[in-house]
């Protein structure tokens, strides 16, 4: 998400961040290329549910410290904080915040921007119709599904060799082979 972004005028991020390693990886890595960029981190704050330090958040945004927020965090606790973030700066967040098509849980979350693979967001995409889906299977189950569908495509297209280059829509998203020989994925 963060290279789609850049362009938004805002510069100091509010961070917000869980306990588990993957949210610190993620608080972790966004802060770094925030920085990497010129941009400031206004503060790091802990995900909490102690309606004080709740409150003490929604003062520290109102005063005009970030104009942005990130979250570095799953579902459950993005819900839980989001009413206190209010509905004046944009809040961007990772895949981690996507619960599916309920429409409830996505009430909760509106406002909230975060990427996603077409093969969750867009099951109309013609880079995901044509393979059958998994019954009742878990998100992450499925993102693992749809990774293998790309892995095999690239594998197939790997057998005569590394092509010059290679670029296509697939399951998880755009996929563009770079000139360090890696492959790039964008999100939808």
Do not use: C
Request: charged share 20%.
């Amino acid at each position: 998400w963060v290279a789609a972004r850049w362009a938004d005028p805002a510069s100091r991020a509010l961070v917000i961040s869980g306990e588990s390693a993957l949210s610190r990886r993620l608080s972790q890595g966004f802060t770094e290329e925030w920085k990497r960029r010129g941009n400031q981190i206004a503060e790091e704050s802990a995900f909490t549910t102690d309606p004080g330090e709740l409150g003490k958040l929604r003062d520290t945004l109102a005063l005009g410290a970030a104009d942005m927020v990130f979250l570095a965090l799953d579902a459950k606790q993005a819900k839980l904080i989001r009413s206190y973030l209010g509905l004046s700066m944009p809040i961007y967040a990772t895949s981690l915040v996507h619960t599916g098509s309920d429409p409830l849980a996505r009430l909760e979350l509106n406002g909230v921007y975060f990427t996603d693979m077409p093969w969750l967001l867009a099951p109309d995409h013609p880079a995901v119709l044509s393979y059958a889906r998994p019954e009742q299977a878990s998100l992450e189950f499925q993102r693992f599904y749809a990774l293998g569908i790309d892995a095999f495509r690239i594998a197939r297209a790997l057998v005569d060799g590394p092509p010059a280059a290679m670029e296509f829509d697939g399951a998880t998203g755009h996929l563009t082979l770079e000139s360090s020989r890696t492959f790039a994925r964008e999100g939808q």
